[in-house]
């Protein structure tokens, strides 16, 4: 089950969301292409250039803070970060502007691998990927807009069904994932950094909250019915330009 849009269009072209897209994109082929298939040299790559907690807490290796948010661990890594970010990034965007947006994102980003630091200071295992700050995008998007539409994929075994659900719902469901996951995962073991994702979800809220009181703090929602500010984008099925045959 994972999101594959949202019924909530925004007011302005994203070019901060498209430009960190970008940026993702390409620095993951530069290194790919570069390293290749040799694991030793990847793994060093990732050790130089990823946020090794025990590195930061006694060398003091606080550049890797920023730098790993625009690492990426393979292929589907890098794309299931970037369908988050091209889904929900538009509308903080937005409503922060451009460059209150970029600040915004790097502060989610660097607040969530904070987050993974205490949670195991003394791991030398190298986190990597966008995944923070993508969290604190949607805890941003699930602050402004509770109830705008997501379309979700449902799969299960070999049913497909795509689904509206309030992202209150989704977003919230994930949140409750991560932090279950945190609590379950032995820390420093590597696998997926679950607190770096719920403390960049919980600080990309607290970082939406100026905006949220600039825009009218609870009379927004009653405004809105936490539901996007203009009208939402509806999907529908294209007309097939193929030819109904009749049965005799």
């Given at each position: 089950m994972f999101p594959i849009r949202d019924h909530n269009p925004s007011g302005r072209t994203p070019y901060v969301t498209y430009a960190l897209i970008a940026a993702n994109v390409a620095i993951f082929l530069a290194y790919w292409l570069a390293i290749g298939t040799d694991e030793r040299a990847l793994m060093q790559f990732f050790y130089d250039w990823g946020m090794t907690p025990v590195l930061v807490t006694q060398s003091g290796s606080?550049?890797?803070?920023?730098?790993?948010?625009?690492?990426?661990?393979?292929?589907?890594?890098?794309?299931?970060?970037?369908?988050?970010?091209?889904?929900?990034?538009?509308?903080l965007e937005d409503?922060?502007?451009?460059?209150?947006?970029?600040?915004?994102?790097?502060?989610?980003?660097?607040?969530?691998?904070?987050?993974?630091?205490?949670?195991?200071?003394?791991?030398?295992?190298?986190?990597?990927?966008?995944s923070g700050a993508i969290a604190g995008v949607m805890g941003g998007y699930l602050l402004l807009f509770p109830r705008a539409r997501v379309d979700v994929l449902i799969i299960i075994v070999i049913i497909f069904r795509i689904l509206p659900i309030p992202a209150w719902l989704v977003l919230g469901l994930w949140l409750i994932m991560q932090i279950s996951g945190g609590f379950s995962a032995v820390p420093g073991d590597g696998g997926v950094a679950y607190w770096a994702h719920a403390g960049g979800f919980i600080a990309g809220v607290v970082l939406t909250l100026p905006v949220f009181l600039r825009l009218g703090g609870p009379r927004f929602w009653t405004r809105t019915k936490g539901q996007p500010p203009h009208p939402e984008a509806r999907y529908e099925l294209a007309r097939s330009r193929i030819p109904k045959v009749r049965r005799k």
């Open positions: 606080y550049d890797t803070l920023a730098t790993s948010m625009f690492l990426h661990g393979g292929w589907m890594h890098l794309a299931g970060n970037m369908l988050f970010l091209y889904i929900f990034g538009d509308n409503e922060m502007g451009h460059v209150g947006y970029l600040v915004f994102y790097l502060a989610a980003g660097v607040a969530a691998a904070l987050a993974e630091v205490v949670a195991a200071p003394l791991s030398e295992v190298p986190t990597v990927g966008a």
